[in-house]
């Protein structure tokens, strides 16, 4: 497995298990679109390849022969919450971005869409 990020984030990407690169080039058997690039993404694939995607309502259409699928989450409370615990015990890797009062969630939501955000917000009561 690959992780294809930017130059600053080798160590978070290794740390996870995988090779890292930089250079996305054309030709992969599969790619996992954790950044919602789309058809950026979709353009590595090899044909006949495969593309997964977390964007379920704007999945690109499907072209060279390439299976097109998109990760949907569905709310699990108690899965959710062993995750936390897991995350809290350490056993699951975090990147936090910052943490910010619950009062400048709309400011948060500005930035993660605008794009660039290295990691996710913690939202504090």
Do not use: S
């Amino acid at each position: 497995m690959t992780g294809l990020a930017r130059a600053q984030d080798e160590a978070f990407v290794r740390g996870l298990g995988a090779d890292f690169t930089t250079h996305g080039e054309p030709g992969w058997d599969a790619v996992a679109d954790g950044a919602g690039l789309q058809e950026q993404a979709l353009a590595l694939v090899r044909d006949g390849g495969a593309f997964v995607g977390v964007k379920p309502n704007a999945e690109p259409a499907a072209e060279r022969g390439i299976a097109i699928h998109a990760v949907v989450a569905h709310a699990d409370g108690p899965r959710l919450a062993e995750l936390l615990d897991r995350t809290t015990a350490g056993e699951l890797p975090t990147r936090v971005h910052a943490v910010v009062p619950l009062d400048q969630v709309a400011d948060a939501h500005r930035a993660v869409a605008k794009g660039g955000v290295r990691g996710r917000y913690v939202l504090t009561p």
